[in-house]
Nanobody
Framework: QKQLVESGGGLVQPGGSLRLSCAASGFTLGYYAIGWFRQVPGKEREGVSCISHSSGYTDYAASVKDRFTIYRDNAKNTVYLQMNSLKPEDTAVYYC???????????????WGQGTQVTVSS
């Protein structure tokens, strides 16, 4: 079966850093673009970042640009999201998802992880 598993979430102080990981099982992650999304209870799921299968393309939401970095190690079948200068408004459940390319439409992503909680608080 094709699965994605997120890890690396936790509690961090404002201004701190976390690195999230998205690991694939049952398929080769290097053949897919990987997007990171986040969701807060009561709000719509939003795109955070995306990286193409070859790392030739990356994109970021305006709210995280210059603070977050997406990168991948296809040999490890893993995509990472390095999050620096974290703010309380970054608090959310973070999900990774796979698609053929970095689609704008969330419905185009085929495989999803279970999510990992990120909490930024004093």
């Amino acid at each position: 079966q094709k699965q994605l598993v997120e890890s690396g979430g936790g509690l961090v102080q404002p201004g701190g850093s976390l690195r999230l990981s998205c690991a694939a099982s049952g398929f080769t992650l290097g053949y897919y673009a990987i997007g990171w999304f986040r969701q807060v209870p009561g709000k719509e799921r939003e795109g955070v970042s995306c990286i193409s299968h070859s790392s030739g393309y990356t994109d970021y939401a305006a709210s995280v640009k210059d603070r977050f970095t997406i990168y991948r190690d296809n040999a490890k079948n893993t995509v990472y999201l390095q999050m620096n200068s974290l703010k309380p408004e970054d608090t959310a459940v973070y999900y990774c998802a796979a698609a053929t390319v970095c689609f704008n439409e969330i419905e185009e992503y085929n495989y999803w992880g279970q999510g990992t909680q990120v909490t930024v608080s004093s």
